[in-house]
C-alpha cells in the first residue's frame, strides 16, 4: 500500500476501469442510496475547522472489518461561486469510488474556512481503505493544489461511532495536524 503517496498511473487506470463496472452493478441492481438525513449536519474537526455535509452515498453492505477514512484536499482555482458548481459536478464523480470494493458510505464535506474539502467515508478493512485513497490521488492531484492532499485512516471505527467515540489523539502538539479528527457534529 501507500503511506500518503499515489499509486502509478497504469495502476490507477486499471483499478478505476474496475471500480467504474462495479459501480455500474451497483446502481442497477439498486443497492446505492442517497439518503439526506445527514445532509447539513455541521462536523467540527480538532484544527478548528468546520464543515458541512452536503451529501451522502450508502451502498447495501454491512462492514465486518469497519474503519473510517477521512481525505481532504484543497481544489485549484476554485473560489466564491465556483464551490457552488464544484458541489453541483461532484455528483459525476460518484463512479469513481462507489465501486472500490469495501465502499460502505460517504458524506460529502463543503469546503472549511480555508477552502478545504472533506470526504468521510466508512469502509470494509482499513487496508482497502488505503488503496482506494492511494488510487484517489493521482485523480485529485489533477486539479488539486500541490501537497493539498492527505488521508487518515481509523481502524476499527465504524462511522457511526466517529461522533460518539474519540479516537486516539496524536503525538504531535501541532493541531493543523488533526485535521482529520472529529471532535463535535450540530
Known sequence: MCEQAPLRYRDVAWAET???????????????HFPRANVGMRLHFADGSTARVYRETVVDRAPAKPC?????????????????????????????????PGFVSKLWLAH????FYRGLYEWDDPDLAKYYACSLWQILALVCVSGSIHYHVIPTLSRA?????????????DMSAEWWRLIEST
Open 161 to 173: 461511532e466517529c461522533f460518539t467515540r474519540q479516537p486516539p489523539t496524536t503525538s504531535t502538539p
Open 18 to 32: 474496475k471500480c467504474v463496472l462495479n459501480t455500474l452493478r451497483l446502481v442497477t441492481t439498486g443497492k446505492m
Open 68 to 100: 473510517v477514512l477521512l481525505v481532504e484536499f484543497r481544489l485549484r482555482f476554485v473560489l466564491g461561486w465556483g464551490h457552488t458548481l464544484f458541489r453541483w459536478e461532484s455528483i459525476l464523480n460518484t463512479p469513481l469510488f462507489l465501486g472500490f
Open 112 to 115: 472549511d474556512e480555508h477552502g
